[in-house]
Nanobody, 127 residues
Framework: VQLVESGGGLAQPGGFLRLSCAAS????????MSWARQAPGKGLEWVSGINTDASSTYYADSVKGRFTISRDDAKNPLYLQMNSLKPEDTALYYC?????????????????????WGQGTQVTVSS
C-alpha cells in the first residue's frame, strides 16, 4: 500500500489549493478514504472522508462549505479542493485508507479506523 500526497504550498487567506493523493497497492475503489491534518503543536484532526460510492462525503465542521473531497476510482487519486483558506487551516495534510473495505455506515471520522497514511503535504495559509 502506498499513499503519496501532493499539492500543498503557501496560500493567502481567502485563497485556494487542491491536494491530491496517489494511491496504489490496494483496490482503491473498495475503500473509504479520508483526509486528516496536524497543525503545529496539535493532535491529528480528521478533516473529510468519502465513501466507496464516491458520492457520500463527510466533513468536519471546521471545513464544511469550504473544502470538497472527491475521488477518481478509474485513476486512483483522491482529491481535496480547499477554498476560502484561513490561517487556522495551516497544517500537514495526510490522506488515509480505512482499515476495512466496503461501504462504511459509521465511524468515518474516527482516526483509528484508518491503517495506512501518506507522508503528508504541508499547507501554509499566511499573508
Amino acid at each position: 500500500v502506498q499513499l503519496v500526497e501532493s499539492g500543498g504550498g503557501l496560500a493567502q487567506p481567502g485563497g485556494f489549493l487542491r491536494l491530491s493523493c496517489a494511491a496504489s497497492g490496494f483496490p482503491f475503489s473498495m475503500y473509504v478514504m479520508s483526509w486528516a491534518r496536524q497543525a503545529p503543536g496539535k493532535g491529528l484532526e480528521w478533516v473529510s472522508g468519502i465513501n466507496t460510492d464516491a458520492s457520500s462525503t463527510y466533513y468536519a465542521d471546521s471545513v464544511k462549505g469550504r473544502f470538497t473531497i472527491s475521488r477518481d476510482d478509474a485513476k486512483n487519486p483522491l482529491y481535496l479542493q480547499m477554498n476560502s483558506l484561513k490561517p487556522e487551516d495551516t497544517a500537514l495534510y495526510y490522506c488515509a485508507k480505512r482499515r476495512t473495505g466496503g461501504y462504511a455506515y459509521t465511524k468515518i471520522n474516527e482516526i483509528n479506523e484508518y491503517d495506512r497514511w501518506g507522508q503528508g503535504t504541508q499547507v501554509t495559509v499566511s499573508s
